[in-house]
């Protein structure tokens, strides 16, 4: 599943071409995941001119002239890309966007859990979110705050997007290696300098993650290159890069999970 790093990979890649234009047509294939319907979508997009193209946690957000905005959430497989000219479609087309410009915006997903809703209060359909781990704003200070409100092992809480917008089974598990802390550490038993290690894993990893693309580990997204310097996910069996034990696979709330036994010591 794109994780915040592949989201901002996708949106970096369109904003040139998409950022200022008019929307004059737009379809899907897959109706049952715009909402709130595709005909209310069409009479609210098509005529639009394109003010913003942005990321909020895994959506990307684009931003209209009227203070509507269109969130897409690309879910396990979709992705963003330009139709070609002259080329044929690429496959599992759910839904297109035309331009003014004769430019053509598809939603590719294999999947279809790949969601588009409208909405004309972005703040309100964004409130749920927690805050984005990138932003100037969040600080070890912050952090702390999210982990103390909780007691919830620190792998489940991380994941939750009402406590940090972005971070997915990847991202954490590499952040939870880079901080030395085990994956079911109980969220308010760490000390000050565990957050502050934490919160300084969390913005390293997704500033990499970003510089190199994302994370390709199959067709679902292609481009990336983080996969290469993946410490611990999906790396189960091999020898940690740090200090050599092998990686362990363990299950985490139904997630897959992927620890070094040595680095990330459990605390009783
Ligand atoms: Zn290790």
Redesign the pocket.
Known sequence: MPELPEVETIVRAVRPRLFGRTIVAFDSRWPKNVEPGLSAVRRAVVGRRVAAVARRGKYVVLGFDDGAALLVHLRMSGRLEWAADHAPEPPHVRATWDLDDGGRLLLCDARKFGRVMHTRDLAAATADLGPEPLARGFTPDVLGGLLRARRRQLKPLLLDQRVIAGLGNIYTDEAL?RAGLHPLTPSDRLRAADVARLHAAIRAVLREAIRCHGTSLDWIYPGGWMQRRLRVYGRTGEP??????P?VGLRVGQRGTHV?????PRRR
């Not at 940690?240 to 034990?245: F, H, K, P, V």
């Not at 070094?260 to 990330?264: A, I, L, V, Y």
């Open positions: 290696h940690c890069r740090t200090c050599g034990t990686i070094c036994p040595r680095c990330q």
